[in-house]
């Protein structure tokens, strides 16, 4: 089945330190690949998504880049904030495969120091 | 900015007891589900529901468990006889086109 691997946490950075999660995907057809974010006592939240391979997604300083020759979908942020602290989930869906159900990771929590 | 939402944020049961978890999925969304969370454990899918019926669900998503749409804004979780592995947050996610979905904020849900 299909299934998301996220690298361990927890993740602790000072400021303006450079980001990234790594993420990897088992899927049997062409997902579609996402990043939520989920701060402290609030649910879960899009930060980005792309739906085929080679798409980049960004937002708030974030990108991810669809890697379908590697399976991955890497967080990257060349810059983090004490905001940015949260735990960060990375999924993916199979819609071409009709199910629209998301897979996530475990989640990696990122502390940022100021 | 629109928002899902969900009552109540905690919810403690006695085993054997029924619960309701609510969620109100943002206005003009078809696609509606809900995931859980067990304490340290990922987030996991248990049921998807488009067009008043189910759409998908789990293996988790048994018998004990039902979904209901009883009006035009709601959306509930009813879980018939409650277990103590049970105890999780329970996320409602709605979406309008199939590949965005919209989280509320999730009901933590303790069974003693």
């Known amino acids: 089945g299909n299934s998301v691997t996220q690298m361990e946490g927890p993740v602790t950075l000072s400021e303006e330190a450079f980001l990234t999660i790594n993420c990897t995907y088992t899927?049997?057809?062409?997902?579609?690949l996402f990043w939520y974010v989920q701060y402290p006592g609030e649910g879960l939240q899009l930060l980005l998504k792309?739906?085929?391979?080679?798409d980049k997604g960004s937002n708030k300083g974030f990108e991810a880049t669809y890697r379908k020759e590697t399976t991955s979908f890497h967080l990257e942020k060349g810059s983090v904030q004490v905001s940015d602290s949260a735990v960060y989930f990375c999924a993916l869906s199979d819609l071409q495969g009709g199910s629209e159900k998301l897979v996530f990771g475990k989640g990696t929590k990122l502390t940022v120091n100021p | 900015e629109p928002e899902v939402t969900q009552t109540p944020s905690h919810q403690v049961t006695q085993m054997g007891q029924e619960v309701i978890l609510r969620c109100v999925p943002i206005?003009?969304?078809?696609?509606f589900y809900w995931y859980r969370q067990i304490l340290g454990q990922k987030v996991e899918f248990l049921v998807s529901?488009?067009?008043?019926?189910?759409?998908?669900k789990s293996e988790i998503f048994d018998d004990q468990f039902s979904v209901e749409r009883p009006d035009g804004s709601n959306f509930t979780l009813k879980i018939r006889s409650t277990k103590l592995e049970d105890s999780a947050m329970y996320f409602c996610a709605s979406s309008r086109v199939s590949y965005e979905q919209y989280f509320g904020p999730g009901t933590r849900l303790t069974v003693t």
């Open positions: 206005s003009n969304h078809l696609y």
């Open positions: 792309a739906t085929k391979a080679d």
């Open positions: 529901f488009y067009n008043n019926e189910i759409s998908e």
């Open positions: 899927a049997t057809g062409y997902p579609s």
